[in-house]
């Protein structure tokens, strides 16, 4: 949740207009500097509204079942109870990077650089680009666990989820594998601009036949 900002409906259709940065100015509470996360959008700073109720003590309720937020002065902030992990499979993988969508629409721009769950614990070196939304969509789906490469990979070994990286003698890139038929599949992507693109397709013939070809994936083995 982030305080005066709700991307859905009419407003996720203007994400594209929208561009956010991490902010760099510093904010106090009763004048004592507090370690909060700001986005800056269009010269304004959006923060959590959780994180907020931390810093000033105030109750933030979300009732998932009426898809609503309560906050209450009257109550001090309790932590968020960490919500029960779902089991892992290609359908919710494929759901929860499917609702990245209603966000970052076809054309959209996403923050840059991206700040992976994981840290360090990646397997690319920049957080931007393809990436960028590579490692954005695959915290989405698999939180943190531990990335595992498979170079040449068989193609039954390609699951929903997967990232699909390839070099060529021109460039490289990585994709997000959200579908995947005998001869091809179908993807999730980011250019150098840091738009997303839904829909993209990838023959299996031309994918084997690129250098440097491999996935990476958090499936546990």
Avoid at 146 to 168: F, K, M, T
Avoid at 169 to 191: D, F, R
Wanted: with cysteine; aromatic share 10%; net charge neutral.
């Amino acid at each position: 949740m982030l305080a005066g900002l709700a991307l859905s409906g009419p407003a996720a259709q203007a994400a594209t207009s929208i561009t956010a940065t991490l902010s760099s100015q510093s904010i106090y509470v009763d004048g004592q500097r507090v370690a909060m996360t700001a986005y800056s959008i269009r010269g304004n700073n959006y923060v959590r509204l959780r994180d907020i109720g931390k810093a000033v003590d105030f109750g933030v309720i979300y009732d998932a079942a009426t898809n609503s937020v309560y906050i209450n002065s009257n109550q001090s902030y309790q932590k968020e109870s960490a919500p029960t992990a779902s089991p892992l499979s290609e359908e919710t993988v494929r759901a929860a990077i499917l609702a990245l969508k209603k966000v970052y629409p076809h054309g959209a721009e996403y923050p840059t650089p991206y700040r992976p769950n994981a840290g360090l614990s990646r397997p690319y070196t920049n957080c931007d680009h393809c990436a960028g939304w590579a490692m954005l969509c695959s915290d989405a789906a698999f939180g943190d666990l531990p990335w595992r490469r498979v170079d040449n990979p068989r193609w039954e070994d390609i699951r929903v989820g997967d990232v699909i990286d390839y070099r060529n003698e021109q460039s490289g890139h990585a994709i997000v594998v959200i579908e995947k038929t005998a001869e091809y599949v179908k993807v999730t992507e980011s250019g150098m601009n840091n738009h997303a693109r839904w829909g993209g397709q990838y023959p299996r013939w031309w994918l084997e036949q690129q250098s440097g070809y491999c996935l990476n994936t958090r499936y546990p083995e």
